[in-house]
């Protein structure tokens, strides 16, 4: 009796080791899978905030060095900000991009603040919709980096005219990219 008491406890002591490599197992590709997938899609997709804390705590802290979590909020802010700036310095008080040679004058109808992303590295993403005079809708996308309260805008692109994409988003070695529609 004691033996098949021992080879019970061994079992079941195994499967439980079984199950928690079973789950870090399933937890390290859920955490991998936005990296390894190398699909194209619409807007570049955010690291996940459970992958910037783990390389956080994987990095050797560093001394007195204090940095600040960016939030959505803070983006969307930083977004806004922008626009407004830009639009107040303008002469006809509209938003002016650039696209294929031609200056657009555009307000803006909406931040999207679900498609907000933090791409790491300081960089962030967002998508805004923009309406030119003749009505022509732009899906514009806006490239920031900074801190909280001082959120810069680094680059912008036209990346919808009337709902029709210009170009994809493909994740390559952890860096999003465009790409030509396919």
């Known amino acids: 009796m ?8 061994v079992s079941f002591n195994e499967h439980l080791i079984m199950n928690r490599r079973s789950i870090l197992a399933l937890s390290a590709m859920s955490f991998l899978a936005p990296t390894i997938s190398g699909l194209a899609a ?22 007195s060095v204090q940095t600040q979590q960016v939030t959505n909020a803070d983006i969307s802010a930083g977004i806004k900000k922008n626009i407004a700036t830009a639009v107040k310095r303008s002469r006809d008080k509209k938003f002016h991009v650039k696209h294929q040679g031609k200056d657009l004058a555009l307000d803006l109808v909406t931040v999207h603040d679900d498609r907000l992303s933090n791409l790491a590295n300081g960089k962030y993403f967002a998508c805004v919709d923009m309406k030119a005079a003749d009505s022509t809708a732009y899906d514009i996308d806006f490239f920031l980096a900074g801190q909280p309260g001082a959120m810069k805008v680094t680059q912008t692109s036209v990346h919808k005219i009337n709902g029709k994409p210009l170009y994809d988003w493909k994740e390559d070695k952890g860096v999003w990219r465009q790409v030509k529609k396919s």
């Not at 804390?53 to 050797?60: L, N």
């Open 2 to 9: 004691v033996g098949s008491i021992d080879t019970i406890s």
């Open 42 to 63: 619409e807007h570049p997709q955010p690291i996940r905030q459970t992958a910037i804390q783990a390389a956080q705590q994987a990095t050797p802290a560093r001394p």
